[in-house]
């Protein structure tokens, strides 16, 4: 965003007012000739800059800034300095006009990097910022969900995400069109993840979500900086990919990825192992002889990354980065039985921060995590190693489809959906002023004023 402050559209103040004097004939002509040009002028340079700053009646310097500010070519809409023109799109030829270009996943997009920065030139109003965009991307099957709860499931699990971007500004796609008719399953989001890099070029990374994965901490953002040199970002740990051939030593499931041409170049061999290729079943054997945990007998996408880490680390690996400082995602088993003690450090720090637990309208929140997050990294004492888990990932349990890992009870998988939804929805609802007082219960109660110090 740009930099301007809202206090630079303020009106300027009334022009000063000259008032007449008793002089000669001559000297009363010159005056008036003078005090003409200079309404004039004044008036000219009050046009030009009423909405950029504001000009004090009595400033020795007016004529110097007048001058200095015609020099300057400002934008016909200055509010675009603050937000992009979504109503302009330049008549300017770029990649969208070439019939050529397509959005599938068998036809290769070459020079995207230049066509990219081809349209932000053309499209000035989207090119600050860019670093910091980010779109998130998810979805579901097209058909009717199996599983008598599973779309309602859904709409809460979709729910959070919106919420999610909602408090941090960021784009969201839910698709549930299968835009490869062989791309099923686990590798039905690939073709999504590069159509929606070419809808939106605006965007620097794009962020795939899966629909069983929850945001369980609303404040925290991601780390960008963290991944300046990086162009795809997974939970996991290089030990287990890359030394023990474990395809579980990452997950598939949340990736960020940046929107360039190395992404582009990445997915389409990352894809070629899926079931479009006729050496599927080939990719299937490779995997499993390679990754002797593997289970599944087919090629699936996260062992084919695991497989293009760790055999193939000299073509890719460096602008990898495998996370494993926070739960990127994490395994919902060992996640959901840790939210109540987690929410009592919480409550025990806002007992000790007043300005933490002060009420707040919801557009501010980002303040308020930002002030929590100083705390949480440099009070250990009080929040020790149970700091919220940023998203929690329910593996092994389907919600559409109601299949679940058989290790455990279905109603574990729903009971921990129920509680991980409402864990996050009490940081949601706070503002408002309403929480679930019990995480498996959907009724909410009033949020009592400086809670939780009464």
């Known amino acids: 965003m740009a930099s301007l402050e809202l206090t630079r559209y303020h009106n300027s103040p009334p022009m000063a007012r000259f008032g007449s004097r008793n002089k000669s004939s001559i000297w009363l002509s010159d005056g008036c000739f003078f005090l003409a040009g200079a309404m004039s002028?004044?008036?000219i340079v009050w046009g030009l800059c009423s909405f950029i700053i504001p000009i004090p009646n009595s400033d020795p310097q007016l004529n110097?800034?007048?001058?200095?500010?015609?020099?300057?070519?400002?934008?016909?809409?200055?509010?675009?300095?603050?937000?992009?023109?979504?109503?302009h799109d330049a008549a300017d030829t770029t990649f969208y006009d070439d019939p050529e270009t397509s959005y599938t996943m068998d036809k290769p997009l070459t020079n995207w990097d230049e066509k990219r920065t081809q349209w932000l030139l053309h499209h000035p109003s989207f090119s600050v910022g860019v670093p910091e965009r980010v779109l998130i991307v998810t979805g579901s099957q097209p058909t009717q969900c199996h599983n008598p709860i599973g779309d309602h499931l859904?709409?809460?699990?979709?729910?959070?995400k919106v919420d999610y971007c909602r408090l941090h500004n960021y784009d969201i796609f839910y698709n549930n069109a299968l835009l490869?008719?062989?791309m099923g399953s686990y590798w039905a989001k690939y073709p999504v993840v590069r159509a929606a890099m070419m809808a939106h070029p605006e965007v620097e990374w794009i962020w795939w979500v899966d629909s069983d994965a929850i945001f369980t901490d609303m404040e925290f953002k991601l780390p960008l900086d963290r991944y300046k040199d990086r162009n795809l970002v997974v939970h996991g740990w290089e030990e287990l990919?890359?030394?023990?051939?474990s395809w579980v030593g990452l997950n598939a499931g949340v990736f960020l990825i940046r929107n360039c041409q190395w992404s582009l170049d990445f997915m389409e061999v990352w894809a070629s192992m899926g079931p479009q290729n006729p050496e599927y079943e080939k990719w299937g054997e490779t995997l499993r002889s390679t990754f002797k945990d593997k289970?599944?007998?087919?090629?699936?996408?996260?062992?084919?990354?695991?497989y293009l880490i760790a055999m193939e680390k000299d073509t890719w690996r460096d602008k990898i980065y495998l996370e494993k400082e926070y739960y990127f995602e994490g395994y919902w088993l060992e996640i959901v039985k840790t939210y109540g003690n987690i929410s009592e450090r919480y409550n025990e720090l806002e007992r000790k921060v007043g300005g933490l637990r002060r009420r707040h309208a919801e557009k501010v929140s980002e303040r308020y995590g930002a002030m929590r997050e100083e705390y949480v990294n440099n009070n250990k004492d009080v929040i020790g190693e149970w700091r919220r888990p940023f998203i929690t990932h329910f593996t092994g349990c389907q919600p559409c489809s109601g299949h679940h890992n058989p290790s455990y009870a279905a109603q574990d998988c729903w009971n921990g959906m129920e509680r991980a939804l409402n864990f996050a929805d009490n940081q949601v609802l706070r503002p408002f002023g309403f929480q679930h007082r019990d995480l498996l219960d959907k009724s909410v109660s009033p949020v009592p004023f400086d809670y939780p110090a009464v």
Do not use: C, G, Y
Not at 65 to 85: E, G, H, V, Y
Not at 154 to 160: E, P
Not at 241 to 245: A, P, Q, S
């Open 180 to 182: 490869h008719p062989k």
């Open 154 to 160: 859904l709409l809460r699990f979709f729910k959070n």
């Open 64 to 87: 110097s800034m007048a001058t200095k500010l015609r020099s300057i070519n400002f934008p016909t809409n200055t509010f675009t300095n603050f937000a992009p023109d979504l109503l």
């Open 241 to 245: 990919v890359k030394r023990n051939h």
């Open 41 to 43: 002028a004044l008036l």
């Open 295 to 306: 289970v599944l007998p087919e090629s699936d996408d996260q062992t084919a990354l695991a």
